[in-house]
């Protein structure tokens, strides 16, 4: 890293404007631009003064630029192309060998194309790479740059969504050569740091969406096994590695107050401040992408049904903070904004960052919490220890784990979190014409509801008589779910299903009005039609705004698959009497 200290460039950052056929021809002269495709017709020297080897056939990209980088959120988006690249993702992992016909550079020549002035170079797996061309076309922004003149190992290792097939085959059509044995040494000697080998151990039931960093859901079949979900299989949404965080030095600065900057202890947090337990369901933005995948692919992880769980959150009240410090009605006036700020970081020194509205923050019905406890003990490193706000009714992503910092302000976060993802946009809007600062930021998610038992593809007999359906339903901004209808053959009859809010045997008492934060759980036993061979199950859920879900995903679908609450329909097979 020290070596990027004294390159020239660093600074310059890219705006990536959504419409990718309109990259400066100052930057990548003649790039063909025809139907969406990306024909590169052109390498740049770098600076170097040295013919760059690319092969003579040249595929055509497609690129849709954004995609999630799901470390940072950043957006890193590729339509995958037409045609092959001859050099395969398999070819670009594989060990380098210095016959290779391509010009061999040492690591002292790399390091000396660190800027746009000189050429941006990196290194992968031994071999050399000139992506001048496509910086521009990141819009993952500067971050690139942090590269610039060195291995790209070390990031990959932090953003590891790098590591698939259809990105090793964009970054070969930019190799340029090898690197001579002792630079391959060398660099072998400093790559073997990995950010996520702290990581906290992980129950094996969890389905993985994510190694690095970590995101996971519970298998379906258990989810709604129990009204509270334990906190082990409660499902795990991280940007960036967990932070180790120590609760004796950690502090939680609050700024935007009359009174200064304010310093809070986790002992302070704990006891100068009445603490306060909520049920809340937390649900991720993606929970049910992989249903839009299948009508047309977007960008994201592919969450299932199960990216959504419920819990106990105990804690100091965000407002309770806020008005102990001098939050007043001056305050109010000029403010409109509460921002956060995690203690999770990128390797620029980046956290992660979100914001939620004044009024929710300090309204006495919003019941933000600065939680410390999950389910009557202290979170777990997955969920934010020692401290995490929690927003309920309010997405996932605004219930920012490993709080470092609040921020009261006239603004929004400027996160990229907050500012470039989890936005919903129009079926017809794709990654050549998205602005993503026509859209707000989601902060209320919209009713939901899903099937948990019986699975698709599974059976049921015909000698039961009757199918058990099981499944969760919940709408955000505290509204209340007030039915769940479920059908088995297709939507043409309904039956209501029973609605619980605690484990069987146990009810809790209705929430008050605008603050119904937890999910219900429901079931119904439904005859089976006579001679059914195959059945149809669906269900839809109605709050108590009379919100009810769509019956199709095409017309909700999105380029980046959130917001995705459309009828859930699963299909299982009715097995004869014999």
Known sequence: MQHLKHCQGLASVFLIRSQSSRISKSIIPSLSVWDGHLSSRWRSTGGHGRQKYFSDRVPKFRFALAGLLVGTGAVLAYRLHQGKVEWAASSAQLPVTQTSALPVYTLEEVTKHCSLDNGV?????????????????????????????????????????????????????????????????????????????????????????????????????????????????????????????????????????????????????????????????????????????????????????????????????????????????????????????????????????????????????????????????????????????????????????????????????????????????????????VDFKSAPAIQELPIQSAITHPAEGTSVDASDGEVTVKGYAWSGGGREVVRVDVSIDGGKTWHVAKLRTGDKGQQAPPPPPGKAWAWKLWEIDVPLPHRAQELEIVCKAVDSSYNMQPDTVAPIWNLRGVLSNAWHRVKVKVNEDL
């Open 121 to 433: 170079w990196v290194t992968y797996k031994g071999e050399v790479y000139d992506i001048t061309a496509f910086v521009a076309m990141h819009p993952g922004g500067d971050k690139i740059l942090l590269a610039a003149g060195g291995s790209l190992e070390p990031y990959w290792a932090l953003y590891a969504v790098h590591e698939q097939d259809h990105v090793f085959e964009i970054l070969s059509e930019y190799k340029i050569g090898v690197l001579n044995t002792e630079s391959i040494k060398k660099q072998e000697s400093v790559n073997t740091l990995d950010p996520y080998s702290a990581e906290p151990t992980r129950h094996p039931a969890l389905r993985i969406n994510s190694l690095k960093p970590f995101n996971a859901e519970p298998p379906s079949s258990i989810l709604s096994d129990n009204y509270i979900t334990p906190s082990v299989i409660f499902f795990k949404r991280n940007h960036l590695p967990v932070p180790r965080v120590d609760p004796e030095t950690y502090r939680l600065e609050i700024e935007g107050l009359p009174g200064g900057v304010v310093s809070l202890t986790l002992n302070e947090l704990k006891s100068c401040f009445p603490k306060y337990t909520i049920t809340a369901t937390l649900q991720c933005a993606g929970n049910r992408r992989s249903e839009m995948n299948t009508v047309k692919q977007v960008k994201g992880l592919n969450w299932g049904i199960a990216a959504i769980s419920n819990a106990t959150w105990s804690g100091a009240l965000l407002r309770d903070v806020l008005l102990h410090y001098g939050f007043g009605p001056e305050v109010a006036a000029k403010a409109q904004h509460v921002q956060f700020e995690g203690l999770d970081k990128d390797v620029t020194g980046t956290a992660y960052g979100a914001s939620i509205p004044l009024n929710k923050a300090v309204s006495e019905d919003g019941d933000v919490l600065l939680a410390y406890e999950m389910n009557g003990e202290d979170l777990p490193p997955d969920h934010g220890y020692p401290v995490r706000v929690v927003v309920p009714g309010i997405v996932g992503a605004r219930n920012v784990k490993w709080l470092g910092k609040i921020v009261v302000s006239e603004e929004e976060s400027k996160s990229h979190w907050q500012q470039n993802d989890y936005k919903g946009f129009s079926p017809g809007t794709d990654w050549d014409t």
